[in-house]
């Protein structure tokens, strides 16, 4: 009864692979796509001082629109992440950005001597026309190295604010020095205030003349492996510790770097490879399967090119902050027999280049 003035939503770290939520009987939302997360604002639904009942309705049907729809992995059907149930004041910094912790840090400008670009945050307000948004960044050693305010007027339900920061001789985040940075954002709006917090790490990511891969313009050797989504016995719903098992297995293999089959991880994975200075490329879920009778691999259907961009869209948005992704991986084994999918790779590119400009594909 005590929450009757908040906001309640439902995160779901992953459902394979689509998923119809229900609260009390009456719909709140729904997704399609298995490896990446996706929230639901079930306030309108909720029976506040009285029991409630959430039904979510799972289907692993193959389907012709919906990425993959062929794939080498058994994608056993189930909600195999954890779930979340989130209490909010009524404005907030928006957890419905893509499922994502609606807080980015764009890097522009990263060297040396200065680390530049902008903090751009999500918000969902109601009821108020004017909030303060704080940003607050602390470095590796604690200390706050910048610190900013601005006053917000006129607030849309939905918008994205950006505020810029500039960090002087900021520690580059590399595989041999992982050093993490703490972005603190604050939105009060009366006498509601909601603060979300994300890491990231500051570098650069080229490549050399000589086709290298430089972190911070050194170039790197990559020695990496490839982390599937499943192990025996539990299927698709592995945890963390086991995920902190393949990594350390993997080091002592020799890797510095990872690959994520056909999928993003949970993110705790990647929270594991900003600690650890591991490098990990994350794939979409546009593969094809090279076993007999999975040789279809793309539909050139409005609903299988909508769900790829919605799909490839979550991904990036969802692990953005994380510095030890260098890579976003558009497809693997697909071919061309049949229907041309060169033009659809091409505006996969497009995307994934205008959404983030700093990492490759």
Not at 148 to 162: A, G, I, N, Q
Not at 254 to 274: E, F, I, K, T, V
């Amino acid at each position: 009864a005590e929450w009757e003035s908040r906001r309640l939503f439902l995160r779901f770290g992953g459902v394979q692979r689509t998923a119809e939520v229900f609260v009390n009987g009456r719909y709140a939302g729904s997704h399609r796509g298995g490896f990446t997360a996706f929230t639901v604002e079930i306030t309108p639904h909720v029976r506040f001082g009285a029991k409630n009942y959430v039904r979510v309705i799972v289907s692993g049907s193959e389907r012709s629109d919906l990425l993959p729809v062929s794939s080498d992995m058994d994608l056993m059907a189930g909600i195999y992440r954890g779930v979340e149930l989130i209490s909010t004041p009524k404005s907030i910094i928006s957890p419905l950005h893509y499922s994502s912790d609606g807080v980015y840090v764009i890097q522009e400008s990263v060297d040396n001597e200065h680390a530049i670009g902008v903090v751009r945050s999500y918000l969902s307000t109601t009821n108020v026309d004017h909030a303060t948004l704080t940003m607050r960044i602390v470095g590796p050693d604690g200390y706050e190295v910048d610190y900013r305010t601005v006053r917000l007027s006129k607030l849309s339900p939905e918008r994205p604010v950006d505020i810029p920061y500039e960090i002087t001789h900021p520690q580059l985040w590399s595989p041999d020095s992982p050093s993490l940075y703490r972005i603190e954002m604050t939105l009060e709006a009366g006498r509601s205030i909601d603060r979300v917090e994300v890491v990231t790490g500051f570098r650069d990511i080229s490549v050399d003349e000589d086709n290298r891969l430089c972190i911070n313009g050194e170039p790197y050797d990559v020695r990496g492996v490839n982390m599937p989504h499943d192990r025996y016995g539990y299927g698709l719903a592995i945890s963390e510790a086991m995920l902190r098992e393949d990594v350390a297995m993997a080091c002592d293999m020799g890797a510095n770097a990872l690959r994520s089959l056909s999928g993003p991880h949970m993110s705790q994975l990647y929270d594991l490879c900003d600690s650890e200075g591991l490098l990990a490329w994350v794939d979409m879920p546009f593969t094809r399967s090279p076993i007999a009778f999975s040789d279809i691999c793309y539909f050139p259907t409005k609903a299988f090119h909508d769900n790829g961009f919605e799909q490839l869209r979550e991904i990036i948005y969802q692990n953005y902050n994380h510095p030890s992704i260098i890579m976003w991986g558009l497809f693997s084994l697909v071919w061309q027999r049949g229907d041309d999918i060169v033009s659809y790779v091409e505006e996969l590119n497009a995307l994934a280049h205008e959404i983030d400009s700093s990492r490759p594909t």
